[in-house]
């Protein structure tokens, strides 16, 4: 590979794409010559314009639906779907045939993310695609895209770092790295959204950064967007006279966002209409929720705006005459997110969870507890001593302290357009600190919430360079893997399940660990089943720890692992003595390889993207 003249950040968000790029030939230490790409995208029917962000959604045409022509790009004639503005606004008003939150559904367990299921409700003559399709879609676009614009930089001969959240589980990690291969996407690497946020505070920052952060400033960046709520804890050390960033925690993978809000405000609309003796059937539903969508982004950026019109388009032959039309004010909006998403609660306040039903309709499994505000008490209560042991940190925690002191907070999302969000979401995290004696938080200024992932992770790409500032912290949990004892066969008891550490936290990306010392039996040649766990809880294992028992908020299950590994020369059945080696890549996944002990055969054991079932 020839050195690369950019490094490339893409964004690969719910609702929204972005790229921003710097150019590594012109930049030098912290000083860097950075970008964002506009991005060709149709607008309408072979209409097609330029804008910064390409939000995430691809429509599904009927073939007979758009004349030829209407979905021309300027590197394609022939493609048969729109991803984009025109999708999202075409899909408005025909929403069986929108593809949306691809991202959720991505990293959703229950399902298999390789069928085809999407849009997941659409009536079977409605084409459908895979959650993984849809994201290569996307990141194809982007793809072409930069090449339109750079054709003396090829998109493949550049170092490229796509944003995950930082609560995404090897399997969906291994899904979008899997997505972007089949993009086209070379020299990839993956990279957390809350860093890549804050690689962009510290980018935009221009050095100044090393002023407004101290040595023992915990910085806590809470990212809100389409789909998920993502939290980070960073501490700031000082190393021979330099600050350095060390990522200490993360949040669960959370599925509360943006998505969550506009469906929210989409039923505060119809118990409106209710009152009127308007009902809505499900395919306005889903047409009034997009609305909804447009009409509380535009409500919470501009807070001189009032009134938002919502218009439900009818279902009959008279789709203008009949459609019914409505609104949604400021005070609607900010009344249901205030106080349904961002609840002013105590800092022991924790996610309600309630007992489910036995029968569910198949769908994203959103978190149960819409408070933003408790997820983020229950994350810095779990954390509170994590910290203790890091270098720079001796005799600085409160042992009276009931929860993780923040001293600084970035904001990055779309939600935190709004400024009531934020002033609402630190107010509550300061009313907890005040209440234990601690100074307030600070809010670190300055953030893009559009673009910043997206121009974080182009800087990131620049820093792994050996430029710039770096944040340290490697793998945000431990990995475990079951392992089955052994035992007679006793009646209604299954053998006891322990917790092999093969990845301890903070192991670093690029780096392999070996567990020579310890050898164990792999059934090869016929169906097996592998489990895999993790912790943001437990940081003392050490590689090859094995847990007899663990508390249940200890360790979280990851998803089972159903494979028949080859025999590669063995017999069917037989019990293979081997070692294990793990190892952290460089686009952010976990890979653990078995090799036996005698002979040397490796079988490569890796997280299962299919359904369980």
Not at 116 to 124: H, R, V
Not at 404 to 432: D, M, Q
Not at 550 to 578: C, F, H, K, N, Y
């Amino acid at each position: 590979m020839s050195t690369p003249r950019f490094a490339i950040g893409i964004d690969l968000g719910t609702t929204h794409c972005a790229l921003a790029y710097v150019d590594i030939s012109a930049s030098d230490g912290e000083a860097t010559s950075y970008g964002v790409l506009d991005i060709p995208q149709l607008t309408g029917p072979g209409s097609v314009d330029n804008l910064a962000l390409l939000p995430s959604f691809l429509y599904l045409p009927h073939a007979d639906e758009l004349a030829a022509g209407d979905l021309t790009l300027p590197w394609s004639d022939t493609q048969d779907f729109a991803v984009g503005e025109f999708a999202r606004a075409r899909g408005a008003l025909t929403p069986i045939r929108l593809v949306s939150s691809a991202k959720s559904w991505l990293c959703h367990p229950g399902v298999d993310r390789r069928a085809a299921i999407l849009p997941f409700d659409a009536p079977p003559e409605v084409a459908r695609v895979s959650p993984l399709e849809a994201s290569t879609r996307y990141l194809n676009h982007l793809r072409q895209a930069w090449d339109q614009a750079h054709p003396e930089a090829p998109f493949v001969e550049q170092d490229v770092t796509v944003t995950i959240p930082a609560s995404f589980d090897p399997a969906a990690r291994e899904l979008t790295a899997e997505a972007a291969r089949a993009a086209g996407y070379i020299h990839l690497t993956l990279l957390e959204e809350p860093q890549a946020a804050l690689y962009n505070w510290i980018q935009g920052s221009a050095g100044r950064w090393r002023k407004d952060v101290k040595p023992g400033d915990i910085i806590l960046v809470v990212d809100v967007g389409g789909g998920t709520s993502d939290f980070s804890l960073i501490a700031v050390l000082e190393r021979e006279g330099q600050l350095e960033l060390h990522r200490v925690a993360v949040g669960d993978h959370i599925l509360l966002g943006g998505d969550n809000m506009d469906l929210t405000l989409a039923h505060v609309v119809a118990r409106k209409l209710a009152t009127e003796g308007k009902t809505l059937d499900g395919w306005q539903m889903r047409a009034l929720t997009y609305a909804c969508r447009v009409a509380k982004e535009a409500l919470l950026s501009d807070a001189t705006l009032t009134t938002q019109a919502i218009v439900v388009p009818s279902r009959g032959s008279k789709l203008i005459g009949g459609a019914i039309r409505t609104e949604l004010t400021q005070e609607e909006v900010r009344v249901t997110i205030l106080e349904g998403f961002f609840p002013q609660v105590e800092a022991m306040a924790r996610p309600a969870i309630r007992t489910r039903s036995g029968l569910t309709q198949l769908g994203l499994p959103y978190a149960q507890d819409a408070g933003v505000t408790r997820h983020l008490a229950a994350l810095l209560g779990r954390q509170a001593g994590a910290t203790t042991e890091l270098a720079g940190f001796a005799g600085k925690f409160d042992a009276e302290a009931s929860f993780l002191h923040p001293t600084a907070v970035l904001f990055n999302g779309g939600v935190f357009k709004s400024e009531a969000l934020i002033e609402r979401t630190l107010g509550t995290l300061n009313s907890w600190l005040v209440a234990e004696n601690a100074e307030p938080a600070r809010m670190l200024a300055g953030a893009d919430m559009d673009l910043a992932v997206a121009r974080g992770a182009a800087y990131y790409g620049y820093v792994r360079r050996g430029q710039g500032v770096r944040i340290r912290g490697g793998t945000a949990r431990a990995y475990y893997v079951g392992v089955e004892s052994s035992m007679p066969a006793i009646p209604g008891m299954e053998p006891p399940l322990q917790a092999l550490c093969v990845a301890p936290f903070g192991m670093e990306e690029g780096t392999e660990a070996n567990l020579q010392a310890r050898e164990f039996g792999l059934w090869v040649g016929e169906p097996v089943v592998l489990r895999f766990y993790g912790s943001s809880v437990r940081r003392q294992d050490l590689l090859g720890t094995l847990l007899d028992f663990w508390q249940p908020d200890e360790l979280q299950a990851l998803g089972d692992i159903r494979a028949t590994l080859p025999t590669e020369g063995r017999q069917v059945g037989e019990l293979v003595q081997v070692t294990l080696r793990a190892t952290a890549t460089d686009t952010g996944t976990l890979e653990l390889t078995a090799v036996a002990t005698q002979g040397g055969e490796r079988w490569k054991v890796e997280f299962d993207v299919r359904s369980s079932s």
